[in-house]
């Protein structure tokens, strides 16, 4: 399995998630955490992208995994997981998924814990699929949901767990806007390096100020 890796152009940094399902894995966290802490030793200006390389931008939460558990294992593992979604969304420098395919489940939250979201235009799906899979969204992981989402659009994809192909999730605003696959991260980039200069500190608190109820969980 392939594990996320980190490249670099001028201000801008990338984020690739890897070649196969692209599930959250405990190496997936523990590699995310490695990258963002290097990102973040970085001074001066920057901004990041993040994307994936095969079908997939992010297949969600590692269900096998998650079969092997009992019930605090299971949630101590989501809360893992979710160290990283909080990262990306209160980061100090501007942040864009260049989502190349799916975002299923937890990977439908991690495009929308970005500060903006380019999607591929002709193939791939964001869902949350929970009604479908007889599963609540936990609280922590609603609030970022409500936090970025139009309350009609969040209603939509949660009560019936619809497939957004990329224009979809462009109109609905889970997404800002798509690209063909072969320009993606340079469209993403080209959202992200303009804003390189505001990395900061302050930034980061913005982010906080903008979503108190998702930082409420974070701290907690």
Not at 48 to 71: C, I, Q, R
Not at 96 to 101: Q, S, T
Not at 145 to 167: K, S
Request: glycine residues 8%.
């Amino acid at each position: 399995m392939s594990q996320p890796e980190l490249t670099r152009s001028g201000d801008v940094f990338l984020i690739d998630f890897g070649d196969d399902d692209n599930v959250t894995s405990e190496a997936w966290i523990t590699r995310m955490h490695e990258l963002l802490d290097e990102i973040d030793a970085t001074e001066g200006a920057k901004a990041l992208v993040t994307t994936g390389s095969a079908k997939h931008y992010s297949n969600g939460l590692d269900v096998g995994f998650m079969a092997t558990l009992e019930p605090d294992g299971v949630n101590d593992y989501v809360k893992r997981v979710l160290t990283v979604t909080y990262r990306l969304m209160f980061m100090g420098m501007p942040t864009v998924a260049a989502v190349n395919g799916h975002a299923f489940g937890m990977g439908a939250f991690l495009v929308v814990a970005h500060d903006q979201a380019v999607m591929r235009e002709d193939r791939g799906f964001v869902c949350f699929p929970e009604v479908h899979l007889g599963m609540p969204i936990p609280a922590h992981l609603m609030s970022i949901a409500q936090a970025t989402l139009a309350p009609r659009t969040l209603r939509y994809a949660v009560a019936t767990g619809h497939r957004f192909t990329g224009p979809a999730a462009a109109a609905a605003g889970i997404v800002d806007t798509t690209a063909p696959l072969d320009s993606l991260v340079a469209e993403a980039t080209a959202l992200v390096e303009p804003l390189a200069g505001t990395a900061s500190d302050n930034l980061s608190t913005l982010k906080r100020q903008l979503f108190p109820a998702v930082h409420q969980h974070a701290a907690g």
